[in-house]
């Protein structure tokens, strides 16, 4: 046995120990949580599992999470359209745990490359509202971005600061904040990909107040009555239990720990104590996902309220607007412009879609964007890395040339310029290539939506003299 299983022998009775020791033996299953802005649960159920084999069982925390065996859930057209996300199941409590009773939350994910979480916040936000999702490392943030743009998130603004400054940059500004904090990763039963390797005590208390301090300024951060979830996917009481009893020290009236007993048929409360020191009897209340119980790796997270203003010391936070970046702000009568090209040439409707959402157009050297009306009335200052969604192109002849990620997002809703590929030609479109001696009633340059014989959106062509041009992005290319 590992030293990293021996520690915690003592922190179960014996016979969870044993459920403890035979679980991490197992494969860890698949899990892959559903995109609801591109297909309701109860399509993806009527039809996946029949397509590809899959045999599915529900998350039972989260409505739109399945644990899946059968063929490889990664090569899926599916997934390269952003129609689900493979996450392990206990990465799909923390976001599950927030309540969104109202639309326009302003949410901030602190730490949130590589993106999973960030998807799960949109999609529990209606895409409504604003998610900043931040991230310390600047490695990181192009696959973020990459899996915003494929998940077609529009009401979110990607950063890339310490996380340490958001509470004295925004004090008492967000309703909710994430903060699944660095950590050792040590859960206990990890993915093949993943593997688990020594920590140190030394590295552990070099973590603990890192966390600490993240978790101060998550708190600082959030306005009063609002949220802060905290999570780990570790299982070091340090990293877990130990950074609540201090943020419990520190903030003795403004801060709670809640209860999230409905989501969870089985209880899975957290440590009392670590055998050497007593927490404060409210952390008892935060989560720890043994692998055990739900047939999961290990994963921590708790609710955090706050009740009341604490102190803090506001600093100015970085300033470039967005009109010094190149910006402009596209008229109304242009904006009405744009809205009408989409709905003449593909029957979609995208003023409705800016209404719903809350969203301002911009121009930037000849692509029009929709952004945030949230971001713009909070952080129209703050250098971000990027914003909203590309809609389009300006181009003479056609208007506007929609973009991969707004078509992908409402494929559904583009109900002109379609164009239905048999099953040979998919293939060769996928593959990124051109398609060859197609018979098509569209004119010459008109961009054009492609699909299968299942209405599954495959990009978008460009019609030429003798071949539709794959405008398929190369991140998507087979």
């Known amino acids: 046995m590992n030293d990293s299983l021996e520690r915690y022998r003592d922190l179960l009775d014996t016979a969870e120990f044993e459920q403890l020791l035979q679980a991490v033996q197992r494969p860890l299953p698949s899990a892959i949580r559903i995109n609801t802005l591109k297909i309701a649960v109860d399509d993806a159920r009527r039809t996946w599992p029949a397509w590809y084999g899959w045999q599915v069982r529900p998350v039972v925390f989260c409505d739109t999470g399945w644990q899946v065996a059968g063929e490889s859930i990664a090569r ?39 993106g999973g979480k960030t998807t799960h916040l949109v999609c529990r936000m209606g895409d409504r509202g604003l998610a900043v999702a931040n991230d310390a490392n600047h490695r990181r943030i192009p696959p973020l971005r990459a899996k915003l743009q494929d998940w077609g998130a ?67 951060a959030l306005r009063p009555g609002g949220e802060v979830i905290y999570a780990t996917c570790s299982l070091a009481p340090e990293e877990d239990e130990a950074v609540l009893d201090a943020l419990l020290n520190l903030y003795p009236r403004q801060a709670t720990i809640e209860t999230v007993d409905h989501l969870l048929p089985r209880p899975a409360p957290a ?25 999961t790796s290990g994963f921590f997270a708790a609710l ?18 967005l009109e010094s970046a190149g910006f402009t702000r596209v008229s109304r009568r242009e904006t009405a412009s744009v809205c009408d090209h989409l709905l003449q040439d593909y029957g979609f409707d995208f003023e409705t879609v800016i209404e719903r959402q809350a969203l301002t157009l911009w121009e930037h050297k000849g692509s029009i964007y929709a952004i945030p009306e949230l971001f ?33 997002r409402f494929s559904a809703q583009f109900t002109r310029r379609r164009l239905t590929l048999v099953d040979d030609q998919v293939g060769v479109w996928l593959g990124g290539r051109d ?11 008109e961009i054009i939506l492609l699909e299968d014989e299942k209405d599954r959106f495959l990009g978008l062509g460009k019609v030429l003299g003798n071949r539709i041009r794959n405008l398929l992005p190369r991140r998507l290319v087979y």
């Open 304 to 321: 955090i309220r706050k009740h009341d203003s604490v102190d803090a010391q506001p600093v100015p936070p970085p300033a470039r607007s």
């Open 376 to 408: 713009l009335a909070h952080f129209a200052d703050l250098p971000c890395v990027a914003t909203g969604m590309q809609v389009g192109e300006l181009d003479e002849a056609a208007g506007v040339v929609p973009s991969h990620e707004l078509v992908a």
């Open 76 to 114: 899926t057209l599916e997934h390269k359209m952003g129609f689900y996300y493979i996450q392990d199941a206990a990465s799909m409590l923390p976001v599950e745990m927030f309540g969104f009773e109202q639309n326009g939350s302003l949410v901030l994910d602190m730490a949130a490359a590589p």
């Open 154 to 220: 529009i009401n979110t603004a990607i950063t890339t600061y310490p996380g340490e400054q958001f509470g004295s940059w925004f004090p008492e500004t967000f309703d909710k904040v994430l903060l699944d904090a660095p950590c050792s990763g040590e859960s206990l039963r990890t993915a093949e990909r993943r593997r688990t390797r020594p920590v140190s005590a030394r590295e552990r208390q070099a973590l603990n107040r890192r966390q600490l301090k993240l978790l101060v300024s998550a708190f600082r």
């Open 271 to 295: 440590l009392v104590s670590d055998g050497e020191r007593a927490f404060n009897p409210q952390v008892r209340r935060a989560v720890r996902l043994w692998p055990h119980l739900y047939d």
């Open 435 to 445: 398609l060859r001696g197609v018979q098509t009633t569209y004119a010459l340059g």
